[in-house]
C-alpha cells in the first residue's frame, strides 16, 4: 500500500496528526502540506488521506482547492478524511461537512473523523487568541490527540 498525506494547517495540529496517522499506517507514506509544497501526481498512490483544520466551519482554501481540482481522480482512490477542530463531532456536523469536503467524495471515504484540537496561544495572533477566550474560555496552550479515533482511522484505511 503506497500513501499520501495532504494536510493543510493553520498553526500546525493537522500536520502533527498526519504524522500521528503515518506512524499507524504500514507501507510507504509520504507527507505533504498542500500550503507550502506542490502535491505530486496521484498515479503512483493507492490511498489519499487529506485532512484540514477548522476555523469558522470551513477548512484552509488551498486544500478545498486542491479537492476540487483532483476530485475525479480522488474518486478512484481508497480516501481517509480528517479534521483537526476544537468540536469533536465536527465531522457529524451537516453544516460543516457540507463546506468542508465534497458531499460525493465524503460518502467514498472510508474514514471522516476529527482526529484532535491544539489551542497554541504562543502562536495565535490577537484575534484569534481573542476569539478562543471569548466561545471556549480557553486562556492557555492545549493540544490533544484522539489516541483510539487515530488507529481506528487508520485501520480503516489498511483494511
Ligand atoms: C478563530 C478560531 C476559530 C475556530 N473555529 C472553529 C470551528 O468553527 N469549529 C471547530 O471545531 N473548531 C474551531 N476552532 C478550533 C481549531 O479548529 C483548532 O484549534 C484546531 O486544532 C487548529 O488546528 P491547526 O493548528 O492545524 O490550525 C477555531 C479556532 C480558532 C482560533
Same mark, same amino acid.
Given at each position: ?8 494547517? =493553520?498553526? *500546525? ?10 506512524? /499507524?499506517?504500514?507501507?510507504?507514506? &509520504?507527507? %505533504? ?44 482512490? =481508497?480516501? *481517509? ?10 465531522? /457529524?456536523?451537516?453544516?460543516?461537512? &457540507?463546506? %468542508? ?59
Amino acid at each position: 500500500m503506497k500513501t499520501i498525506i495532504i494536510y493543510s494547517t =493553520k498553526y *500546525g495540529c493537522a500536520g502533527e496528526l498526519a504524522y500521528l496517522i503515518q506512524k /499507524e499506517l504500514k507501507g510507504e507514506c &509520504k507527507i %505533504v502540506n498542500v500550503m507550502k509544497s506542490s502535491v505530486p501526481p496521484l498515479n503512483d498512490y493507492d490511498t489519499v488521506i487529506l485532512g484540514g483544520s477548522l476555523y469558522i466551519g470551513r477548512i484552509q482554501k488551498q486544500l478545498k482547492k486542491y479537492v476540487n481540482e483532483h476530485l475525479d481522480t480522488l474518486l478512484t482512490k =481508497k480516501v *481517509g478524511l480528517f479534521l483537526s477542530a476544537g468540536d469533536p463531532k465536527a465531522a /457529524e456536523n451537516e453544516v460543516v461537512r &457540507k463546506n %468542508v469536503f465534497p458531499k460525493a467524495l465524503i460518502e467514498h471515504a472510508v474514514a471522516f473523523d476529527v482526529l484532535g484540537y491544539a489551542y497554541k496561544f504562543d502562536k495565535m495572533g490577537f484575534l484569534d487568541r481573542f476569539i478562543v477566550k471569548r466561545v471556549a474560555g480557553l486562556s492557555e496552550n492545549v493540544t490533544e490527540y484522539y489516541e483510539n479515533r487515530i488507529k481506528a482511522f487508520a485501520e480503516a484505511l489498511t483494511r
